[in-house]
Nanobody
């Protein structure tokens, strides 16, 4: 099983980017999907999580009100988006999507809740 993240790039402060995460093989399901990020010289941190149904979301305080995580479905294809608005230089990091099959109490914001990780996509916000 794999997760493919895409959508990173360079954007000016105040701008927007949309990251996408596509699980494979098609039809493979999780209990939740999460986004984490790691800035240079810092530890990886939780950003946002969404239940596989898309009905529940959870955000880190640092991105609440600016980022939106969602699950999209088109026939058998499912993907997870992270819409990032009002970006700040502090949002510069490599962003990772992760899949969870954990039965732990929601929300899943710990790295240990996630068993499958994507390769990451780089987001750079210039001032």
């Amino acid at each position: 099983v794999q997760l493919q993240a895409s959508g990173g790039g360079l954007v000016q402060a105040g701008g927007s980017l949309r990251l996408s995460c596509t699980p494979s093989p098609p039809g493979y399901s999780y209990s939740a999907m999460g986004w984490f990020r790691q800035a240079p010289g810092k530890e990886r941190e939780f950003v946002a999580a969404v239940r596989w149904s898309g009905r529940s979301t959870f955000y880190a305080d640092s991105v609440k009100g600016r980022f939106t995580v969602s699950v999209s479905r088109d026939n058998a294809k499912i993907w997870v988006d992270l819409q990032m608005n009002s970006l700040k230089p502090d949002d510069t990091a490599r962003y990772y999507c992760a899949g969870s099959k954990s039965g732990r109490t929601w929300p899943h914001r710990a790295e240990s809740d996630y068993g499958v990780w994507g390769q990451g996509t780089l987001v750079t916000v210039s001032s």
